[in-house]
């Protein structure tokens, strides 16, 4: 064993760098390398214990610490929000214990930590987009055993998945799975895109940016390398579609952003927002809004 | 198809297999031709079911060789292929029909999408076609199609057993394995299943096996019939033959104790 590097320094509170010790980020790293070498492949890793609950990003926040340089520029956004308290808190909790810069600017970072959304502005080369994952198995619903999954994965045998979509179809007439839509990534491994809306999904495909999956209580890490495919499944006679509003955003006029409902008054009154705050906030500045 | 008639389906030779240093299966042989129904009867823990489960690739033997003709590959043997290797070689040649419909069945899935199952795993991604070869079948198995959209859950068992034969025969398999596909149905509702099959294995041409303990069932359904006793094969003929004229002391105690 080599000795500790250097002294936590004033920059990080005492900390080690980005809060994990280095032999937890070298394990973590090892397991992306391998998630990314397999792209959707699920690599169970040794997940720590984390300073916060389960379900709060444990998952995302190791794969962050362990990826994050000095030289990072880190945004955490929670549901497309820069200001929400996960969002915040996860933010702070890196600029505490890694000393990075941080930004809510979606074009300045290059680090993102996100739970259940992608920026609606394009990611770019060199960017990194980390997930927080609740339930990585695809399959689980369809079958509780971990065991049998593995196997299924194993065959490619995702017949059975499209079950789900054939239900929707049967009782609704369309596909009514909302979030989380399964995807096949690299023409083999069956996906759980994390519950991001339908409306992100054809964001995952061909991404140049790199994208890291991290479930903390499940302990699992999935990638998605740069440029690599990811399709919804479909069936040919009812291709994959994402959802449409029938207004646009209230503050900048956007017709293509994933909006919030939000009831305003106490006679319920709604209006319509983006849910990515950076995005809505950059187009009032440049004065696209009505 | 001539070449069809000359080859068996199915060819077992040798067929071994210990729980332990229990022995259940013991140099056992059988050839099955298309269009032939066999009928394994014998007592119960006798290895008839372990026989159907071995040549079904649900456990090892541990000798012996399951000469398949595939429709893809020719002869293979399913005793040495890895799983993902018989996936590929026999897809959906080889149908097996569970004793309880709840073991074959999703139960908590409409009965469209039990069906659609087996097409959906051999690759099929037209969901129109799927539903439309579903409600055929449905008619087939005599099931009302507007059905369809029912779980099985809300089936009576006749009606889940005949739904676990669709599912079975939607791929159009070359052999299809029954264990006790009638075991729990009332008499009455046993004998329109058993016409039923009988129709459906004459129209679709397909080999059986089916593993009973009804000789009555094994006389209206089967062309030949093999009696097991204590893992091994002591008698084996046509149908008739054997119930008529059995040779073993315990096929004559069989046939003698049906009531």
Request: proline share 6%; net charge neutral.
């Amino acid at each position: 064993m080599s000795a500790p590097t250097a002294k936590a320094d004033t920059t990080t509170g005492g900390y080690n760098f980005a809060y994990l010790d280095e032999q937890s980020k070298r394990m973590i790293r090892r397991a992306i390398l391998k998630a990314v070498a397999i792209p959707g492949y699920q690599v169970p890793f040794a997940g720590r214990e984390m300073p916060l609950p389960y379900g709060w990003g444990t998952g995302g926040i190791q794969v962050t610490a362990s990826v994050i340089g000095r030289d990072d520029v880190l945004k955490v956004i929670d549901q497309g929000a820069d200001d929400t308290t996960n969002a915040v808190s996860i933010r702070k909790f890196f600029a505490k214990t890694a000393g990075v810069r941080t930004t809510t600017r979606t074009t300045e970072a290059s680090l993102i930590q996100t739970r259940h959304r992608i920026p609606e502005t394009p990611l770019k080369a060199g960017q990194i987009i980390v997930f927080q994952v609740p339930i990585p198995e695809p399959l689980r619903w369809l079958e509780p055993r971990e065991t049998m999954t593995r196997r299924m994965h194993a065959l490619a045998d995702y017949g059975p998945m499209y079950l789900k979509l054939y239900e929707d179809i049967a009782r609704f007439g369309r596909v009514t799975t909302a979030y989380d839509f399964p995807t096949v990534v690299n023409g083999r491994y069956l996906m759980s895109p994390s519950p991001i809306p339908r409306l992100d999904n054809p964001k995952l495909n061909r991404s140049p940016a790199l994208q890291l999956f991290g479930a903390g209580r499940e302990k699992r890490i999935y990638a998605i390398p740069p440029h690599t495919s990811v399709k919804s499944l479909d069936f040919e006679d009812h291709p994959f579609e994402t959802e449409g509003w029938s207004q646009l955003c209230a503050r900048c006029g956007a017709a293509d952003s994933f909006l919030d409902e939000l009831v305003v008054d106490d006679r319920g009154t709604r209006r319509y927002v983006c849910s990515d705050t950076d995005y809505c906030d950059s187009r009032v500045a440049g004065g696209s809004a009505r | 198809m001539t070449a069809d008639l000359e080859q068996p389906v199915l060819e077992v030779r040798g067929l071994a297999k210990s729980f332990g240093d229990r022995r259940v299966l013991s140099d056992i042989a059988l050839s099955l031709w298309p269009g032939e129904v066999l009928a394994i009867v014998g007592e119960s823990g006798s290895g008839k079911t372990t026989l159907l489960r071995a040549i079904d690739g649900q456990l090892a033997p541990d000798d012996g060789e399951i000469l398949f003709h595939s429709r893809n590959q020719g002869v293979v043997d399913l005793a040495t292929l890895s799983e993902s290797q018989r996936r590929r070689v026999i897809g959906n040649d080889l149908g097996y029909v569970h004793q309880n419909p709840r073991d074959g069945l999703r139960l908590d899935l409409s009965a469209g999408a039990n069906i659609g199952e087996p097409l959906l795993q051999a690759g099929m991604r037209h969901y129109g076609r799927i539903r439309q070869i579903a409600a055929d079948w449905l008619g087939k198995v005599e099931i009302d199609a507007a059905r369809i959209d029912e779980p099985p859950m809300r089936f009576s068992g006749g009606m889940q057993q005949r739904l676990q034969i669709a599912r079975n025969l939607v791929t159009e398999p070359r052999l299809v394995l029954m264990d006790e596909p009638t075991g729990g149905l009332d008499v009455s509702v046993q004998a329109r299943l058993l016409d039923l099959l009988r129709r459906l294995v004459a129209d679709l041409d397909l080999a059986v096996i089916i593993v009973t303990h009804d000789l009555g069932v094994a006389r209206l359904l089967a062309d030949r019939l093999m009696v097991m006793q204590a893992g091994r094969i002591i008698e084996t003929g046509l149908t008739d033959q054997v119930l008529d004229d059995p040779h073993q002391p315990y096929t004559q105690l069989l046939v003698s104790s049906v009531l």
